[in-house]
T-cell receptor
Framework: AQKITQTQPGMFVQEKEAVTLDCTYD???????LFWYKQPSSGEMIFLIY??????QNATEGRYSLNFQKARKSANLVISASQLGDSAMYFC???????????????FGKGTLLTVNP | GAGVSQSPRYKVAKRGQDVALRCDPI?????LFWYQQALGQGPEFLTY????????KSGLPSDRFFAERPEGSVSTLKIQRTQQEDSAVYLC????????????FGPGTRLTVL
């Protein structure tokens, strides 16, 4: 079974509007972390935001916020006030803290290609 | 400060050639990771170093893949007798601590095997 599922291969948004990128995950570990990375065409993975499984509040970083619904095992990324420079691939990833000692591995989804239209 | 750098950025190899991909992590970072990203996919874990020790190589796809980090800083991923299915972007990441630290990624090396 996929550990990270991103069901949207591509998304379009108008500049200045908000967009939500979906991510669901599958784990039996009680302790885990969820990450979102941005990958522009240059190839580098840029860290955006992190949510720990025990965090009470949803994470926010500037225009990025994470809509964390633990019972539904979803960790959607919300980008507010989209900018042209936000056009990129976005990856959701998970690190399982108690995964038999390999609690450093990131497991990634297949990504969502976001296009921001002017 | 300098981030993670990788070289070469692009590599074209003929099937059967050996290749070596270099990663320079952020200075002082204990942990170093290699990931393989096939076209249209997310990165997949290959191997993990803590300083010079290779603690996990469970993601290496075959014994043609070999990684080293002899002095605990620069790392090299070597692929012997390359095959077409090895074509991918190879990403290197480093983190300051061995556990829980944010992983900082390099720009990757795009390997094309003809």
């Amino acid at each position: 079974a996929q550990k990270i599922t991103q069901t949207q291969p591509g998304m379009f948004v108008q500049e200045k509007e908000a967009v939500t990128l979906d991510c669901t995950y599958d784990t039996s570990d009680p302790s885990y972390g969820l990450f979102w990375y941005k990958q522009p065409s240059s190839g580098e993975m840029i860290f955006l935001i992190y949510q720990g499984s025990y965090d009470q509040q949803n994470a926010t970083e500037g225009r990025y916020s994470l809509n964390f619904q633990k019972a539904r095992k979803s960790a959607n990324l919300v980008i507010s006030a989209s900018q042209l420079g936000d056009s990129a691939m976005y990856f959701c990833a998970m690190r399982e803290t108690n995964s038999g000692g390999s609690n450093y591995k990131l497991t990634f989804g297949k990504g969502t290609l976001l296009t921001v239209n002017p | 400060g300098a981030g993670v750098s990788q070289s070469p950025r692009y590599k074209v190899a003929k099937r059967g050639q050996d290749v070596a991909l270099r990663c320079d992590p952020i200075s002082g970072h204990v942990s170093l990771f290699w990931y393989q990203q096939a076209l249209g996919q997310g990165p997949e874990f290959l191997t993990y170093f803590q300083n010079e020790a290779q603690l996990d190589k469970s993601g290496l796809p075959s014994d043609r893949f070999f990684a080293e980090r002899p002095e605990g800083s620069v790392s090299t991923l070597k692929i012997q007798r390359t095959q077409q299915e090895d074509s991918a972007v190879y990403l290197c990441a480093s983190s300051l601590t061995s556990l829980f630290g944010e992983q900082f990624f390099g720009p990757g090396t795009r390997l094309t095997v003809l």
